[in-house]
């Protein structure tokens, strides 16, 4: 059974920083691609970010240069560093698995003063 659990979540200042974390069990991790996506209040669910199994990696425009998707295959876990964080990055952050179709449960980020 596929399980992803995010953390990392919180509440941050504008300008402040932080990591997501989604560790995965019960797949191949190493041979995945991986996904970020968000949704924030009254809005649909949006991409946020990928990394394939070679470290290939794409964002949305609105957070290109901002945040960084990478992966740790011997700890089958991915993180998205978010940095500049603005007041519209606030939402619920969910990793997912397209291979497998799984979301996790999602970690919420607030940015605010």
């Known amino acids: 059974q596929v399980q992803l659990v995010e953390s990392g979540g919180g509440l941050v200042q504008p300008g402040g920083s932080l990591r997501l974390s989604c560790a995965a069990s019960?797949?191949?991790?190493?041979?995945?691609?991986m996904e970020w996506y968000r949704q924030a209040p009254g809005k649909q669910r949006e991409f946020v970010a990928f990394i394939l199994s070679d470290e290939t990696t794409n964002y949305a425009d609105s957070v290109r240069g901002r945040f960084t998707i990478s992966r740790d295959n011997a700890k089958n876990t991915v993180y998205l560093q978010m940095n500049s964080l603005i007041p519209e990055d606030t939402a619920v952050y969910y990793c997912?698995?397209?291979?497998?179709?799984?979301w996790g449960q999602g970690t919420q980020v607030t940015v605010s003063s």
């Open positions: 997912r698995s397209p291979s497998t179709g799984s």
């Open positions: 019960g797949i191949g991790f190493s041979i995945n691609v």
